[in-house]
C-alpha cells in the first residue's frame, strides 16, 4: 500500500510541476496578443509568425496542463451526486469513471494522435500560413504528452481509489485525499 501512495504522490508531483510551469504560458500569450494588437493598430504592422505564436502557445498550454487540472479537480464535471457523495462512494465513481473512460479515451487520443504526430515530424511541418512559424510537429507533439499525462493523473486518481477502499487514505498528504462533504461546506461557509 505504501507503494500505491509512492506512486500516486510522483505522479501527481509530475503533474503539478508541468502544470505550474506550462500556465505560466498564459502570462506569455496575453504579452503576445497585446503585442500583435498594438503592432497592428498602432503602428499597422503585422506578423503572422507572432498570430501563430498565440495561438500555438494557447494550445501547447492547455494540453500540458490537461492533467494538473485533473489533478486539482478543475474539470467540468456534474456535482449534483458527485459532490454531496460519500468519500467512499466518491473514490467507487472515481475508479469506474477512471478504468471505463478516461483511460479507454486517452488510448484512443495516443492511438489516432501518434501517426498524425509522426507525419508532422516526418515533414517538419510548419504553419499553413505564408511568413508563419515553424515547427508545427513541436506543437502536434502536445496531443501526445496529453493523453500521457491525463492518463498518468487517470492511473493515479484509480489509485487513489484503491487506497481509499482499502481504508489506507491515511498514506497520503492532506492535498491528494478526497475532501468529505461536511469539509466542503465547512470550507465554503468559512
Sequence with gaps: MRAIALIIRIISSINNIIGNVFSW??????????????QRYVFAVSHVWM?????WLNGAMFTAVAGFALLRNDHVRVDIFYRPASVRRKAIVDLVGVILFLLPFC????????TF????????????NVGGMPGLYILKSFIIAFAALVALQGIA?????????????DLLPEDLRY?????EHHEATV
Design 25 to 38: 504560458l498564459s502570462l506569455a500569450i496575453v504579452l503576445v496578443c497585446f503585442t500583435v494588437v498594438v
Design 51 to 55: 498570430q501563430d505564436l498565440y495561438v
Design 107 to 114: 488510448y484512443i487520443v495516443y492511438a489516432y494522435g501518434w
Design 117 to 128: 504526430v509522426a507525419r508532422s515530424w516526418r515533414l517538419h511541418e510548419a504553419s499553413g
Design 157 to 169: 486518481m484509480a489509485l487513489r481509489s484503491v487506497l481509499v477502499l482499502a481504508g489506507r487514505e
Design 179 to 183: 475532501e468529505s462533504p461536511l469539509q
